[in-house]
């Protein structure tokens, strides 16, 4: 299961209505890079492709391909706005280490099952 707080629901839908091109959701995916090995991506997309996962957040939907999808399952995501600036924060149960910025990591072999955000 993945989890998006009111705080990132929000958020993610400002971005959505601001967003000149159509967009069905956010993308959110793992890719190599960052200083623990793994990082964080989030785009919006216009649609999911045939293998996703398909999140329904209410006013968001999350599309979660079938190789992120173990690496992320349990992640909560929140949205963060401070005077120290604004961005997303991830709680992710799989990462067995992660950098200060939080937004690289490295897990180990097993991840989840798909299921729904709730």
């Known amino acids: ?8 629901i929000k958020a993610v839908g400002r971005f959505i209505s ?4 159509p967009t069905g959701g956010l993308r959110i ?9 793994l990082s964080y991506g989030l785009r919006l997309e216009a649609k999911e492709s045939e293998a996703d996962t398909v999140i329904d ?3 968001v939907k ?13 992640m909560s995501i929140d949205f963060v706005d401070s005077l120290e600036g604004s ?3 991830f709680t992710n149960p ?4 992660s ?14 099952a798909p299921k729904s955000c709730s």
């Open 87 to 89: 961005g997303f924060k």
């Open 62 to 74: 999350v599309f979660v391909d079938p190789l992120s999808m173990p690496k992320l399952d349990g």
């Open 18 to 21: 601001s967003s000149d091109k």
């Open 94 to 97: 799989n990462a067995v280490k």
């Open 1 to 8: 299961m993945i989890t998006l707080t009111e705080s990132a």
């Open 57 to 59: 957040c209410g006013e």
């Open 29 to 37: 995916e793992v890719t190599d890079g960052g200083c623990s090995g």
């Open 99 to 112: 950098c200060a910025c939080g937004s690289s990591f490295t897990t180990g072999d097993n991840g989840g």
